[in-house]
């Protein structure tokens, strides 16, 4: 029989370093796949009359996310930055059963707010972009996912200030549903420039812009 040679403790010591490597190189690729979601809605004039609309995408977006993933509404009004402004907000549970009873909780909170809102005077759509962005950096999402339904015409009330840089990296900013105003079917520039605007902010902050107008193609928002 042969003997067994004793181990060279310098090679020893290389494996369990290379081990140690590997292990720590394996953590640091891990890659947080969760996504956050917050949907910013537009309750001013008569774009309130979209509002069953937003009610379906919503539905279509709890069908979607999974346990993990976090996702909150909001209404735009006169001042958005503000989470008086969140209607609904929850990270699902891990556990799927709990996670439908959350997903059923704000559909009905959502469904609620629709069949009671009330017009806004103003739309700071920056304020309530400000809003989102704090929050879902403050819920950790791996995927931050920004949807604003809206005509995308901002009008502020004196005094507020939203001339401030955005910091959008590792955002994706989407238009949904973006109407068209009766101005804009005289002169389509305005249409346009309002779209290039938001495009420009988003952009210049670092973040990803798109525009999705055919609510058929929901299935495009988390197609990156």
């Not at 042969?2 to 090679?11: W, Y």
């Not at 009873?101 to 009330?118: C, G, H, I």
């Not at 009330?157 to 840089?165: S, T």
Request: hydrophobic content about 40%; proline content about 2%; overall charge neutral.
């Amino acid at each position: 029989m042969q003997r067994i040679g004793r181990l060279n403790p310098f090679l020893t010591a290389a494996a369990v370093l290379s081990a140690a490597v590997l292990l720590v190189g394996g953590c640091a690729q891990k890659v947080d796949h969760s996504r956050g979601v917050y949907m910013l809605v537009d309750t001013s004039g008569t774009y309130t009359e979209e509002l069953n609309k937003a009610r379906a995408i919503v539905n279509y977006l709890l069908g979607s996310l999974a346990p993990g993933d976090t996702m909150a509404v909001a209404r735009i009004d006169t001042g958005s930055f503000s989470e008086k402004d969140i209607l609904a907000k929850v990270t699902f549970d891990q556990r799927p059963s709990v996670a439908n009873t959350q997903k059923r909780a704000f559909q009905k909170q959502v469904a609620d707010f629709v069949q009671s809102v009330d017009g806004s005077s103003y739309t700071d759509i920056s304020g309530g972009l400000l809003q989102a962005v704090e929050y879902l950096n403050e819920a950790g999402s791996g995927r931050k996912f920004i949807l604003i339904f809206s005509d995308l015409k901002e009008e502020l009330a004196r005094g507020h200030v939203r001339d401030v840089p955005f910091q959008l990296d590792g955002f994706n900013i989407i238009a949904l549903n973006v109407t068209k105003l009766r101005d804009d079917i005289r002169d389509p520039r305005n249409y346009m420039e309002r779209v290039d605007r938001w495009q420009t902010i988003t952009e210049t902050g670092g973040g990803a812009w798109r525009v999705i107008n055919d609510l058929e193609r929901l299935d495009h928002i988390f197609s990156l």
